[in-house]
T-cell receptor, first 115, second 118 residues
Framework: NAGVTQTPKFQVLKTGQSMTLQCAQD?????MYWYRQDPGMGLRLIYY???????DKGEVPNGYNVSRLNKREFSLRLESAAPSQTSVYFC??????????????FGPGTRLTVL | AQTVTQSQPEMSVQEAETVTLSCTYD???????LFWYKQPPSRQMILVIR??????QNATENRFSVNFQKAAKSFSLKISDSQLGDAAMYFC???????????????FGQGTILTVHP
C-alpha cells in the first residue's frame, strides 16, 4: 500500500499561472485534508473533505479551490498563483469514524515556489 | 477557536540524554485529542504519540512519553535516551472528536527543531 501520494513533489510557477496539486489515498479513508506549511507557523488547514462529495473551508482557503473527485482523490487548485502561496503543501487522509482518535496519514508533501 | 503554542523554536540534546519539548493549548472543549508529530528532513509527517483528554494516564511509546496536564492545558513530550535519528522538527497538534463539524481537523503548533549532538 502506498498510503497517501502527492504529485508533483516540486513545482515552480510564475505569478498568475495556475496548477493543480494531486492527492490520492489507497486506505479507503473517508476524510481528506489539505494543509500548507510555512516557516514558524506550523501546518495550517486550507480545505478538507469529510466524505466523498463534500468539501469545506479550513483556516486559510483564500486563493485555492478543491475537488473531491472520488473517495480516493482530493485535488487542490491554484487558479492564479501568487508569491504568498510559496509553501510546502501536505495532503492527509483519515478514517471518518466518529469519536475516534485515529490519526491522519500524511503524504510526502509538495514544495511549491511562486516567482 | 483552538490554538496550540510551542514556545521553544529550537532545542538541543546530547545523544543518550533526555529532552522535554513544551506545548500548551487553549480550548473550551472538555473532550479532545492531542498528538506529537515528527518531521525529519525528508518532510514526512510521522505520528510519535497521542493522548486522549479523558485519560488521566500519560501516554508512553517506547522512549517517548508525555506529561499531560489538563487543567494547565499543557502537553509536553519527553524523549529519553535520545538518538541521532530523533533529530527533526516536532509538532504538537490538537483535535476535537470527529463528530459534529470538526471532522477531525488538526490544529498545529509552530514546531520545535530538535538537534541531537553525538
Amino acid at each position: 500500500n502506498a498510503g497517501v501520494t502527492q504529485t508533483p513533489k516540486f513545482q515552480v510557477l510564475k505569478t498568475g499561472q495556475s496548477m493543480t496539486l494531486q492527492c490520492a489515498q489507497d486506505m479507503n479513508h473517508n476524510s481528506m485534508y489539505w494543509y500548507r506549511q510555512d516557516p514558524g507557523m506550523g501546518l495550517r488547514l486550507i480545505y478538507y473533505s469529510a466524505s466523498e462529495g463534500t468539501t469545506d473551508k479550513g483556516e486559510v482557503p483564500n486563493g485555492y479551490n478543491v475537488s473531491r473527485l472520488n473517495k480516493r482523490e482530493f485535488s487542490l487548485r491554484l487558479e492564479s498563483a501568487a508569491p504568498s502561496q510559496t509553501s510546502v503543501y501536505f495532503c492527509a487522509a483519515r478514517t471518518g469514524a466518529s469519536y475516534s482518535y485515529n490519526e491522519q496519514f500524511f503524504g510526502p508533501g509538495t514544495r511549491l515556489t511562486v516567482l | 477557536a483552538q490554538t496550540v503554542t510551542q514556545s521553544q523554536p529550537e532545542m538541543s540534546v546530547q545523544e543518550a540524554e533526555t529532552v522535554t519539548l513544551s506545548c500548551t493549548y487553549d480550548t473550551s472543549e472538555s473532550d479532545y485529542y492531542l498528538f506529537w508529530y515528527k518531521q525529519p528532513p525528508s518532510r514526512q509527517m510521522i505520528l510519535v504519540i497521542r493522548q486522549e483528554a479523558y485519560k488521566q494516564q500519560n501516554a508512553t511509546e517506547n522512549r517517548f512519553s508525555v506529561n499531560f496536564q489538563k487543567a494547565a492545558k499543557s502537553f509536553s513530550l519527553k524523549i529519553s535516551d535520545s538518538q541521532l535519528g530523533d533529530a527533526a522538527m516536532y509538532f504538537c497538534a490538537y483535535r476535537t472528536p470527529a463528530g459534529g463539524t470538526s471532522y477531525g481537523k488538526l490544529t498545529f503548533g509552530q514546531g520545535t527543531i530538535l538537534t541531537v549532538h553525538p
